[in-house]
């Protein structure tokens, strides 16, 4: 039976021209039903009345059966069987889901004195900027079991570095270390459970826990609600921090939260304990933190690719170009990596949590751009001691001059390229002859040649009778008379 908007929609998406699959689709209705009210020319409501059932005289039985003891369907079809029941087992199955009263599992109120114990897990809350790239956004949370007093710091990988790391930070913050930390069953703390068997710890986590001085309490497999603390401090973070929140990229969260935690979260009346956690902190008895922080570093193999770089994440990251396709060690830490080869550091970089990035540091390709610059300058020399025989007697000139060798060969060959080998290879002559040593001498010769001239010859007259009889008019000397007057 639909109700009355649905068939004034149908009606009004049937003028719009849509066919009853459409409808149907529009209105989550079934085909079917889409078309029978299409051709009814107005809307008549179901009257109310009691469709009899096979089941109903078992009914009161039924009910019965199922408030002394959790009988199955199954169980319940075949006990009605037994009692003339002929219909079928659907009609039962539906009915008893639908009486059966709803069972609560009891579960105890865990308490849990100063220092005595704290609970961690992760949470998830869509996705953030990071970079140029989007990213999943995580938060760890530590609460301390008695106080309530809370830690959160959001990171956008959940890793083994990134675990430990945020374990650290909220020890640092809260000025010590519990007796128990307790955890859900994550790879990064148990990697396997069998009933009946002690966990298998992640030894690097244990590690962790025995420097700290603290014990891995892992809750059973299926129990949340062992950690049912820090599950709705979880909750309480997705509902008052979170809501709403729109930190637009990745740096802005964590100074965020902190303030959050400072002046809301730990400064509230909590719904449990009915206190201050800030207020009930001062009752916790935490063991003093190790004088110095335990290494988190995550260590793996790489190797360096030709263009000597290694890959974490998507980004390329470089080392020496001396450590081009050597296989090396990688410590990996939630702000940093640093890349060893034979125990020995040789490079260093921030960790990028954007996405296809190339990270490299310049030092880096100097060797083997001196490399590259050594071979040129090879050429180079080459080229010069091809322009004369006195090519190699010049060289050992500019080096006895403790001048800078490549930059005058290299200028010296240039100049070939421009006024030809011959001309540099005579003004190299001249100038070895004056025990001249730079490039600029060798220009300024091979610039003064190209204006010098060669010596005028005699005068010779091929046709000297006619160019002898010539007559030459007398010169009027007036003109310096007048001038002598004139004075």
């Avoid at 068939?7 to 078309?35: D, F």
């Avoid at 009161?60 to 199954?74: K, V």
């Avoid at 244990?206 to 497999?221: Q, R, S």
């Avoid at 070895?432 to 010769?445: K, P, Q, V």
Wanted: proline share 5%; net charge positive.
């Amino acid at each position: 039976m639909i109700t009355y908007e649905q068939y004034c929609r149908i009606k009004s998406y049937r003028e719009e021209g849509l066919k009853a699959g459409q409808i149907a689709e529009k209105l989550a209705l079934n085909p079917r039903t889409v078309s029978k009210w299409m051709e009814r020319n107005g809307y008549q409501p179901r009257l109310p009345g009691h469709r009899t059932s096979k089941l109903d005289p078992y009914k009161c039985d039924i009910l019965s059966m199922l408030e002394r003891h959790p009988f199955t369907a199954a169980q319940v079809f075949q006990k009605i069987k037994d009692q003339g029941f002929d219909g079928g087992y659907t009609i039962v199955k539906e009915y008893v889901r639908k009486v059966r009263p709803k069972r609560h599992k009891p579960y105890l109120k865990l308490s849990f004195g100063p220092g005595e114990c704290a609970q961690v897990d992760w949470g998830s809350y869509g996705s953030i900027r990071v970079g140029s790239t989007r990213r999943r956004l995580s938060f760890f949370v530590m609460v301390l079991c008695h106080s309530r007093m809370m830690y959160a710091e959001f990171t956008v990988s959940q890793t083994m570095e990134h675990f430990l790391g945020c374990h650290q930070r909220a020890l640092q913050y809260f000025g010590g270390v519990p007796d128990k930390i307790m955890v859900d069953n994550l790879k990064s703390a148990v990697l396997r459970r069998v009933t009946g068997q002690a966990p298998v710890f992640n030894p690097k986590y244990l590690d962790f826990a025995n420097y700290y001085g603290f014990t891995i309490v892992p809750c059973g497999v299926g129990k949340g609600n062992e950690k049912g603390i820090v599950e709705n401090a979880v909750g309480y973070i997705k509902k008052n921090f979170l809501a709403g929140l729109d930190p637009g990229d990745f740096k802005t969260v964590n100074p965020a939260a902190a303030h959050w935690l400072a002046n809301i979260a730990n400064v509230r009346n909590h719904g449990e304990t009915r206190k201050r956690p800030k207020d009930m902190f001062a009752e916790e008895q935490l063991s003093g933190l190790p004088s110095e922080p335990y290494d988190i570093g995550t260590v793996s193999q790489i190797r360096a690719t030709s263009q000597f770089r290694i890959t974490l994440d998507t980004n390329r990251y470089s080392v020496p170009a001396e450590y081009a396709g050597i296989r090396l060690t990688m410590k990996t830490y939630p702000d940093r990596l640093c890349i060893y080869h034979d125990n020995k550091l040789i490079a260093r970089h921030t960790r990028s949590y954007d996405r296809h990035q190339d990270i490299e540091d310049p030092d880096h390709p100097k060797a083997l751009l001196q490399q590259r610059r050594k071979a040129k300058d090879q050429k180079v020399l080459m080229r010069f001691l091809a322009l004369s025989s006195l090519s190699e007697q010049y060289h050992q000139g500019l080096v006895e001059k403790n001048l800078n060798t490549m930059h005058h060969i290299r200028k010296i060959v240039g100049l070939s390229e421009i006024y030809s080998k011959e001309r540099v290879a005579r003004a190299m002559a001249d100038a070895l002859e004056f025990r001249a040593f730079s490039c600029d001498y060798i220009a300024n010769l091979l610039e003064q040649r190209k204006y010098f001239t060669e010596p005028q010859g005699a005068l010779h007259l091929t046709r000297s009778s006619d160019l002898l009889d010539l007559e030459l008019k007398e010169p009027n000397m007036d003109v310096y008379a007048k001038g002598k007057k004139d004075e």
